[in-house]
C-alpha cells in the first residue's frame, strides 16, 4: 500500500466551477497534512495546510481533514484558469522526518 | 529574504559521468532534503540532512549521496549516471518545526542523461 494516494486525473472543469481533489494516506497517527500545486515544469508550492479534522479555509481554497477515514481533500472553488495544475497531497508521517508525496492530480480550468 | 536557491538550473551528461547538484536554504531553515521528481510523478524523497549528518534516507542507491555544509547549504552527488537519473531533482528546506510549516521547495535542477 502506498504511504499516500491521490485520484489520479487527469481533472477536467469549467471556469467558476468547484474542483474537488482527494487524497488518502496509509499512517492512521499522521498529523500534519499539506496541499501543493505545481505548474508545469515549474517546482512544487505550498498552499495549504491542516493538521485538526474539519474545514480549513483559505480565500478559494478549502482542506478537508478526516483523520479516522484517514483522508484529506481539496476543493478550489470558483475555478480560475490560472488554477490549472497539477496538485500535490503531502503528509508527514508519525516516527518520520520526511514529507511524503502522492503521485498528484492534474486539473485543467476550461474557459 | 531570499527562498531556496539551487543551482545549476539545467545540466546534460552522460552516462556513466558524475554530477553534483547544489543547494542553499531558506533563511531561518536548517534542515534540507532532496528529492527525485520524474515526469507526471510525484517527488520521491531521496535524504534528508540535518546538522550536517544524513538524517533519514529513502529508496536510492548508495550512488546517491549528499552533504550538508555548517551554513546549512547542501549538496547532491549522484555516480556512474544512469538514462533512469534523468529527472527533475528538488531541494526543500524547512525550520526544526516543519509539522506546521511544511517544506519550501527550490525552483529545481533539471537533468538529462544522454
Known amino acids: 500500500q502506498k504511504e499516500v494516494e491521490q485520484n489520479s486525473g487527469p481533472l477536467s472543469v469549467p471556469e467558476g466551477a468547484i474542483a474537488s481533489l482527494n487524497c488518502t494516506y496509509s499512517d492512521r497517527v499522521s498529523q500534519s497534512f499539506f496541499w501543493y500545486r505545481q505548474y508545469s515544469g515549474k517546482s512544487p508550492e505550498l498552499i495549504m495546510s491542516i493538521y485538526s479534522n474539519g474545514d480549513k479555509e483559505d480565500g478559494r481554497f478549502t482542506a478537508q481533514l478526516n483523520k479516522a477515514s484517514q483522508y484529506v481533500s481539496l476543493l478550489i472553488r470558483d475555478s480560475q484558469p490560472s488554477d490549472s495544475a497539477t496538485y500535490l497531497c503531502a503528509v508527514l508521517l508519525s516516527n518520520d522526518y520526511k514529507l511524503s508525496f502522492g503521485a498528484g492530480t492534474t486539473v485543467t480550468v476550461r474557459a | 529574504d531570499a527562498g531556496v536557491t539551487q543551482s545549476p538550473t539545467h545540466l546534460i551528461k552522460t552516462r556513466g559521468q558524475q554530477v553534483t547538484l547544489r543547494c542553499s536554504p531558506k533563511?531561518?531553515?536548517?534542515?534540507v532534503s532532496w528529492y527525485q521528481q520524474a515526469l507526471g510523478q510525484g517527488p520521491q524523497f531521496i535524504f534528508q540532512?540535518?546538522?550536517?549528518?544524513?538524517?533519514q534516507r529513502g529508496n536510492f542507491p548508495d550512488r546517491f549521496s549528499g552533504h550538508q555544509y555548517p551554513n546549512y547549504s547542501s549538496e547532491l552527488n549522484v555516480n556512474a549516471l544512469l538514462l533512469g537519473d534523468s529527472a527533475l531533482y528538488l531541494c526543500?528546506?524547512?525550520?526544526?518545526?516543519?509539522?506546521?510549516?511544511?517544506?519550501?521547495f527550490g525552483s529545481g535542477t533539471r537533468l538529462t542523461v544522454v
Open positions: 533563511s531561518g531553515h536548517d534542515t
Open positions: 526543500a528546506s524547512s525550520p526544526w518545526d516543519s509539522d506546521y510549516y511544511g517544506y519550501t
Open positions: 540532512y540535518y546538522e550536517e549528518e544524513e538524517r
